[in-house]
């Protein structure tokens, strides 16, 4: 441990870094089971008010402030797990990143369900304080160390749309999103195109030095926070009752769902996932890429959590056009992600993923004159299709070896 406290920060390299993640990374994600639960909050309040039952455009505004919160959300977490699998976790100035991150993000979990409103400060302030010190801590650890410059550039980028993001919290509400809304596409697209600053120059993401398994282990820890969150707004819809059939049976569709939805994740692909990253040419390049497919199937998470709570709610009466995307379009946009993923890793994509998420459009429309419990065993129904498929396809044969085509 003495060595560890010596000298300036140093990227670990991919050969020497630790695969498994720190007890204090498992406790920063605990953070976000509470954060995804308020999300889903959120995102159910504006979907269950009466004006959305007659007005999609109400519930399609909710939904999108909702996502951009997520998506804030998420982008904190990504730079704290990319900066984990970067460096030694267990030096000083990463704990005290993590430990910033940890208590911003809880910060921002709690000013989720007014976060356009009477909490619009309180969340902007933890987010913008979560972004900037991380790199202005690391370019001060790392010293004289080339990846500095990196994180001056960071800092000045994460800065400047820190300025978004505050006055926007202090503006009226429609003001306010534009704000937000074009500060994180900044961010987002900053980080694709390696953080370029005029004069300071840009990177290339090609090159950056990452511990593959490591982040590989973050990113399915992080499915199973968002799949864990779906479980819990399952149990606390049901737990309010009453417990009538219908009910009940909202309830038993909800847990199966989530069941096949981890079945399918792990079938293979989310197994091999830091197999795949370390035989990878440019690590680097399927961990960004593995970062937007996990986002994808979080969101679809998300959504598919908020469908439970709805039918569970009113199980027995129809479902209007927002709900059955949520129940439906959930589980479709958690098999587009998969669909991606299994390419990342193997280079192809099963038949049986665009099948389901044809079917699954295709039912819509009938289902919205149908209880939304039916809605409900439906996706149920396709994504356990979908299990029986991958299952039939791998019973008999060797485990598949992972074939990244990055």
Known sequence: MGSRAAGHLEPVPAAAAPGRATFLELFFDLVYV??????SARAFEDLSREPARDHAAAAITGSGKTLLLLLALWSVWQGTAWTTSRYDPYRAPLQIV?????????????AVPRAFSETSLMFATAYVIAQVTRPVILSIALGPHPYRRLKVRMAVIFAVTG??????????????????????????????????????????VSKWEIAGEHLAERYQQFFLVALGETILVAGFAYSKGPYGSGHMWAFAFAVATSIMLWRI?????????????????HPANIGRSAADTHLIMVIGLAATAVGYELVIEHPLGHAPPPWV????????LFLAGRARFEYEVFGRVSPSRWIAIGVLAAAAVPLLFLPGVVATATGTIVLGGVA???????????PEPAATPF
């Open 265 to 281: 994740y792990v079938q293979r692909a989310g197994q091999i996932l830091g197999e795949a990253v370390q035989t990878a040419r």
């Open 325 to 332: 995307v949520m129940v439906l379009g959930g589980p479709a």
């Open 34 to 39: 509470f954060a995804l639960t308020r999300i």
């Open 388 to 398: 029986v498929a991958d299952a039939r396809r791998a019973r008999g044969a060797p």
């Open 98 to 110: 993590v430990l910033t991150a940890l208590v911003s993000s809880m910060v921002m979990g709690v």
């Open 163 to 204: 300025v978004l993001w505050v006055s926007g919290a202090l503006l009226e509400t429609d003001t306010q999103v534009v704000l937000w809304s074009v500060a994180l596409a900044a961010e987002y697209l900053a980080a694709r195109c390696g953080w370029p600053v005029p004069g300071l120059g840009r990177s290339t």
